[in-house]
Structures are given as structure tokens and as C-alpha cells.
């Protein structure tokens, strides 16, 4: 969340950043007015005690002198039931307040392009050529179904639309992408990894900004009051939730999960074969980091998820997204999008953000400063990257004229040694 003295200290250039991010100005208003009064109300409560102190002081000294302080003693307790009652009010408007500040989006950074829509974004560079064929390129389906790694009628039959299966060798491409890029970044790129749980609490989805706000994104069990992670950014991040950070920032963690998101709002967007699916497989990038280094964290960040394309031989770009495509949380963001020659498109693979202190603030995740002063970290994170839009770029850009499938020699050792899927 915001911290509420730059709200209160800084209030036009908060409402414009809100602006930028196509939210309304009054959210901001609101929660001054009621930070004024939670204000009010302590100096109001605090004078109370102070009488009361002196009053109660003046009872023990004409108890001394043999005064009868019985009005005096009624005017102690008056005083005691206004201040309870103050405190009530207070944990009330502190209560609202939190919940209002809990729906205010972070403030965009100010390098991030300013518009609307993802119209405004802006492409920062692009690396490699598309793929030419001497033929009519076939889509992930098409190649999938005919190469009997991708069964997307029985999966619906198990489940629903929205639930990719994998079999055969490509139930192996996917195995072996988790487990090469999980190598690259731990080996190559300075992380460690971690195996988080796929579930999360209340406490943790708010940390990270999921909730309140995209609830209705999420998968809940009700019963036990938990929710199916839609990315490892959520456990990752909150693994140092509620404590002081005692090690050397930066801290990098990488992590693979299954992801699940409803996708609720998403209809007319594309959801032919396995572009847009309530169930993916994703490695994740965190970092915790200084507020001094976290934008040079960023740019590296972003590299890292590049590096795993560029080995892969793959034709991506690089956009910086405008403020009103930025998430929730995000204060600066880039997209790493794949092109998938079947789809004559291009494939988001990967989101690298900057949330400065927004969910550190939220999870109350903090560190020590040289001069030994707690300070809350910035939080980073990325994916390293997204599977399977992944897999759909590699099977439409190494497809051949007879149906097989071309993969990156990389892959080879995590593949058994194989660099071709055919019709078996």
C-alpha cells in the first residue's frame, strides 16, 4: 500500500499518478478525510488524558487535605468514558482507513509512459527475426493434436475448458522447460530456489495485492480459508512477511508452481488451444532489494528473463508498459512478448515489475539500512519465464513442412536427447 504520509504530504501528485492509472481522484480524498480525523480524534483524546491525568493527580492531594473529592472523582470517570469512547471511534475510522488504502493501486514511477490502454505501451528493443517458412506455418493446435502431445478434448472432459494435457513428449517439453530455466537462473543468474506451497492465506494474498482487489480472479477454498496461488510471486514474497530482512539486500529467489486464475472478466479475449488457460506451469523471479539499487535490479531482472529466450533462439521484444496497463501493484512493469507465427501474434511470456515498498508495506517486510534505521524493502519479481505460451512459440516457430517439431539444441539433455518431435 502507500504510505499515507506521502498521500498526506503530497496529495496532487498522488491524484495524478492515480489519474495516469485511470483511477479516479476521489479515493484520495476520501482517505485524507479520514486520516484528518483519525488525527483529530488522538489530539482530541490525548488532551483528555492529560486532563484526567491532572485531574486524578489533584484527587490525591485533597484526599491529603481531607476534601471530599467525590465530584471530582465523577468528573475522572466522565473523562475515562469519552476517551474509551474516542478510542472506539478511532479503531473505527483506522479500520476504514485501512480498507481504503488497501484499494488504492501503487503510483506509477515516473519513467514509466504515460496512456490509457495498452495502446501506449512502447516497444523498448526487439531481438531476433521471425521464423520464415516456405509453407503456411500450423498453429500449437493443430501441431499438438496431430503430434499427439497436446489433448485438449479429454482434458476438457476431465475438467473444463481452461486445463491444458500434456502427453507423451510434450508432457517432457514442459518437465524439461521448468526444469532448465530453474538451472539457468540459479547457475547462471545468481538465485536460489524454493519449492513454495501451491495454496495461500488471506494474510498473504493482501500482502502481495491480489486481495481485496482481484478476488474475483482467484480460486478460493472457502472452508479452509485459502486460495490456489495464481503465480509463486505470492509465497515467494511473503516468505519474508512480518520480519526485519537480517542478511545483505539484494535477497534473489526463483521458484516453479502450477499458477490458477479464473480469469473472470477475460471473455472475447483469445482462448482458442492453450493462450489464455486457468491452469499454467511458471518460473518465477523475486528479488527484495534496497530502495537505492531496486530500478538496476529491475533492468537485470528483465535481462534474466531475456537470457532464457535468447538461448532458446526465440523472436521476442521488450515493451514498457503505460501507466494504464500497469498492474495493480506495479509502479514500473515490462512485458517480454514471444512471436508465434501461427498465430500471426505476439505471446506475453513474461511481466518484470518494480513495486517499490507497495507490498512490502502491506506485508510488513522490512531490513536495516547501514546506519542500523528499519526501513521497508522494495520487492521485484518476474517470470522466468511462463509456460505454455512458451510452449506455443516453440512448436510454431520450429515446425517443419512434414508436421514434426524442431527444438533448441539447449533443451537436448532435458529431453533425452532429443531435438525433433514427430508422428509416432
Known amino acids: 500500500m502507500l504510505d499515507i504520509k506521502r498521500i498526506r504530504d503530497n496529495p496532487d501528485q498522488v491524484r495524478e499518478g492515480l489519474k495516469a492509472k485511470n ?17 483529530e480524534k488522538l489530539t482530541e483524546t490525548e488532551t483528555l488524558k492529560n486532563e484526567r491525568n491532572r485531574v486524578s493527580k489533584q484527587i490525591g492531594e485533597r484526599r491529603k487535605r481531607g476534601e ?53 505501451n512502447r516497444v523498448v528493443r526487439t531481438h ?3 521464423p520464415a517458412f516456405d509453407f503456411e506455418p500450423k498453429t500449437h493446435v493443430e501441431l499438438g493434436e496431430s503430434l499427439g502431445i497436446l489433448d485438449l478434448a479429454r482434458s476438457a472432459r476431465m475438467t473444463g475448458s481452461g486445463f491444458p494435457l500434456f502427453i507423451g513428449a510434450g508432457s517432457r517439453l514442459e518437465r524439461g522447460l521448468i526444469q532448465y530455466m530453474l538451472d539457468v537462473h540459479v547457475t547462471d543468474h545468481g538465485y536460489t530456489e524454493m519449492w513454495p506451497p501451491a495454496l495461500c492465506n488471506n494474510a498473504s494474498m493482501t500482502g502481495t495485492g491480489q486481495l481485496p482487489k482481484m478476488a474475483e480472479d482467484m480460486y478460493r477454498l472457502p472452508a479452509d480459508e485459502l486460495y490456489l496461488i495464481p503465480t509463486a510471486e505470492v509465497p515467494v514474497t511473503n516468505y519474508f512477511r512480518e520480519e526485519i530482512i537480517e542478511r545483505p539486500l539484494p535477497v534473489f ?8 486464475r479464473r480469469e473472470a472478466g477475460s471473455a472475447g479475449k483469445e482462448t482458442r488451444g492453450i493462450l489464455r488457460v486457468h491452469q499454467f506451469d511458471k518460473v518465477e523471479m523475486v528479488k527484495f532489494t534496497s530502495p537505492e539499487t531496486s530500478y538496476a535490479e529491475l533492468e537485470k531482472l528483465v535481462a534474466n528473463a531475456e537470457d532464457i529466450l535468447q538461448r532458446l533462439g526465440l523472436h521476442y521484444r521488450v515493451l514498457s508498459l503505460c501507466s494504464g496497463d500497469l498492474s495493480f501493484a506495479a509502479a514500473k512493469c515490462y512485458d517480454i512478448e514471444l512471436w508465434a507465427p ?9 511481466s518484470c515489475s518494480n513495486f517499490e515498498d507497495f507490498q512490502a508495506r502491506r506485508a510488513g517486510i522490512r531490513y536495516r539500512d547501514a546506519g ?20 506455443v512459440a516453440l ?14 539444441d539447449v533443451l537436448a539433455p532435458y529431453m533425452g536427447g532429443v531435438t525433433r518431435i514427430a508422428r509416432t
Open 23 to 39: 483511477v479516479a481522484a476521489p479515493v484520495v480524498d476520501a482517505v485524507l478525510d479520514l486520516d484528518r480525523r483519525r488525527r
Open 68 to 120: 471530599d473529592t467525590a465530584g471530582t472523582q465523577a468528573e475522572v470517570r466522565a473523562l475515562g468514558n469519552r476517551i474509551a469512547a474516542l478510542d472506539e471511534e478511532v479503531r473505527a475510522i483506522e479500520s476504514e482507513l485501512e480498507q481504503r488504502m488497501f484499494l488504492i493501486p501503487n503510483v506509477p514511477h515516473p519513467s514509466t509512459p504515460v496512456g490509457a490502454d495498452s495502446s501506449g
Open 128 to 130: 531476433g527475426k521471425p
Open 253 to 260: 529467489f526463483t521458484a516453479y508452481t502450477p499458477c490458477f
Open 342 to 350: 501461427g498465430q500471426k501474434a505476439w505471446l506475453e511470456v513474461s
Open 372 to 391: 542500523g534505521k528499519v526501513r521497508f524493502v522494495h520487492t521485484l519479481n518476474g517470470s522466468g519465464v511462463a509456460l505454455p505460451r512458451l510452449v
Open 395 to 408: 512448436l510454431e516457430s520450429g515446425q517443419q513442412a512434414d508436421g514434426s517439431v524442431m527444438l533448441p
